[in-house]
């Protein structure tokens, strides 16, 4: 991860959440962290023209930007940038592509429990159109954050998504000798053998550092990950993977994960 993390803030407590988050996934990648607020274009007004109705509007984003600096164990190492977009999501993106970043950071719904993920709608059209891995933190991450990503899951399932997840899995626990688990769900399907032979695979080739360790478990993926996400501090799955017998395995577990799981999680696209 080298081309920095953004995160949409914008002052509500939810953002918070999303502010949290990405500072730790940027420090365990020594990455550039980005705060943006992305604010909507408008018509101008006819008393101060359009020209300077949108300086006004980008001038109120990029105060609301760099009130987060104070919220930040390193503020003096961020940067702060106010994002013209249609939605939150697009403006987002756009700086995403700009940037060449590697993840964008948002929060969940307000409407989510206490340590839960709901997703929103940023984060689910994020999901759809952004062209980085895609964070979400759960409600009230802020507030009892961990101070680094000590345990850290990547759910497996052998498809081409869910080994880019588990590279990235692999990094951010071995940047701070973690704890890495290689979570894999057999659904009762006959490949079970097969999947966790390769968990198995996989847990021997990640660094040493990473002290990598298979997790095996049984029943719907999307409950059993949610499960297991109770004991992570974060959980990375991939996106759009086609599993064994062509079906579409952690693109719909993906998405029941955005409103289900414990610990922040982070979606990675399959390219």
């Not at 990455?31 to 008393?47: D, K, N």
């Not at 756009?94 to 950071?105: K, Q």
């Not at 880019?164 to 899995?169: E, K, T």
């Not at 949610?226 to 079906?247: E, M, P």
Request: proline letters at 4%; one cysteine or more; a negative charge.
């Amino acid at each position: 991860m080298t081309g920095g993390v953004i995160v949409g803030y914008d002052g509500s407590d939810r953002s918070r959440d999303a502010l949290a988050f990405a500072e730790a996934l940027a420090a365990a990648q020594d990455a550039q962290l980005i705060v943006a607020c992305v604010h909507p274009y408008q018509p101008g007004s006819s008393a101060i023209g359009e020209a300077g109705f949108d300086r006004e509007v980008r001038s109120g984003a990029q105060r609301t930007a760099e009130s987060a600096r104070e919220l930040l164990a390193r503020g003096e190492e961020a940067e702060f940038c106010a994002a013209l977009g249609v939605s939150p999501a697009v403006g987002l993106g756009s700086v995403a592509r700009e940037r060449d970043a590697d993840a964008i950071v948002v929060g969940s719904s307000s409407r989510g429990w206490l340590g839960q993920v709901l997703c929103g709608t940023v984060a689910t059209q994020l999901v759809h159109d952004a062209p980085c891995a895609v964070g979400v933190a759960p409600v009230g991450y802020a507030k009892d954050h961990p101070p680094a990503l000590s345990s850290v899951g990547a759910a497996f399932d052998g498809s081409p998504a869910s080994v880019r997840a588990l590279h990235l899995a692999e990094r951010l626990a071995a940047r701070f000798r973690g704890r890495l688990r290689v979570i894999a769900v057999d659904e009762g399907a006959r490949h079970g053998e097969t999947l966790s032979s390769e968990v198995d695979e996989a847990v021997v080739a990640a660094p040493l550092n990473a002290r990598a360790v298979g997790v095996f478990r049984h029943g719907d993926p999307a409950r059993e990950l949610a499960l297991a996400s109770a004991d992570l501090d974060a959980l990375l799955c991939g996106t759009h993977g086609y599993g064994r017998a062509r079906r579409l395995v952690l693109g719909s577990v993906s998405t029941s994960l955005m409103r289900t799981a414990r610990c922040p999680i982070l979606i990675v696209q399959r390219a």
